[in-house]
């Protein structure tokens, strides 16, 4: 069903709604692509128009850049028919006063997982100079949306305007962004870092990775996982930085003390001179 003069509504010709997985994308293209083959029905008219739409939604809806592109256009189009239908001549409406602010750019902090997983936002606007008075609207963050992205939202009423909603990233505990790439440490034991062997650590997206801790390896060393990162504005992710951290093996232990025996105190012990007699008649010194 189109939603605009020119864009259809892929989610619907899928079955789907607009949080859909790739895996759903996935999964009812191939059902519906067999159920609805002109082979299987004849070579029917409808079948052929049925599955072209079906293949035109699953070529824009699987590519993760097209996808985001696709769903901006089709909030733009939602939008602007209820605008045009909100700003229809009313005998009771009275002319707005003032003019209000046409564009309003705004700030959205999203958590890491919301860029990846996708989400929904209600946004609320409270112009004075709108005579309907406040303004919402839903918006839809497609799964891997790139931090920073734009999506903007047709305002309600004849004096038309845009709500421009900027995705920022949350800070996250554990995990650092520079770029596409995010960053954070493993720590392991001294033993694991000088024989190597096989680690696993949650991802951002909260599934466990297979990390290679090769012999040997230096503190602070990276390895690199890749396309375990955030998502690119054009598609695909980037990468994950993995920091080797341990503490050397510190161990001290005490000397066992010698024991002093009778026979060394013995060997210590200065024996006194003796006294020889003093010749007859010589007083005494």
Excluded: W
Excluded at 1 to 24: I, K, N
Aim: hydrophobic fraction near 30%; glycine fraction near 8%; include cysteine.
């Amino acid at each position: 069903m189109p939603v605009g003069h020119d864009l259809p509504d892929h989610y619907e010709t899928l079955g789907l709604d607009r949080g859909c997985s790739e895996a759903d994308i996935r999964q009812a293209y191939r059902k519906l692509s067999r159920r609805h083959h002109p082979d299987t029905n004849g070579g029917s008219p409808e079948s052929v128009t049925r599955t072209q739409a079906l293949n035109a939604a699953h070529e824009v809806l699987r590519d993760a850049a097209r996808r985001r592109a696709y769903d901006e256009d089709l909030l733009i189009a939602e939008d602007t028919a209820r605008a045009a239908t909100a700003a229809a001549p009313r005998p009771s409406a009275r002319r707005p006063s003032a003019r209000r602010s046409a564009n309003i750019a705004q700030q959205v902090p999203l958590k890491l997982e919301e860029f990846l997983r996708g989400t929904r936002l209600e946004i609320r606007v409270n112009d004075p100079a709108c005579p309907e008075g406040p303004e919402s609207y839903p918006v839809i963050v497609p799964p891997h949306t790139a931090p920073k992205s734009q999506i903007k939202v047709a305002r309600d009423g004849g004096n038309g305007g845009l709500i421009v909603v900027k995705l920022t990233l949350r800070p996250h505990p554990r995990f650092k962004a520079r770029g596409s790439d995010l960053r954070c440490d493993l720590r392991i034991t001294s033993r694991r870092a000088a024989s190597g062997g096989q680690e696993m650590v949650t991802g951002p997206d909260g599934s466990q990775l297979k990390v290679i801790v090769p012999a040997r390896v230096a503190r602070d060393e990276i390895i690199r996982l890749t396309g375990h990162g955030l998502p690119r504005p054009r598609g695909g992710r980037g990468d994950l930085l993995i920091k080797i951290c341990y503490r050397p093996e510190v161990s001290i232990s005490r000397l066992p003390a010698t024991p002093v025996t009778d026979a060394d105190e013995d060997e210590d012990e200065i024996e006194p001179t003796p006294l020889l007699p003093l010749p007859p008649g010589r007083p005494p010194a």
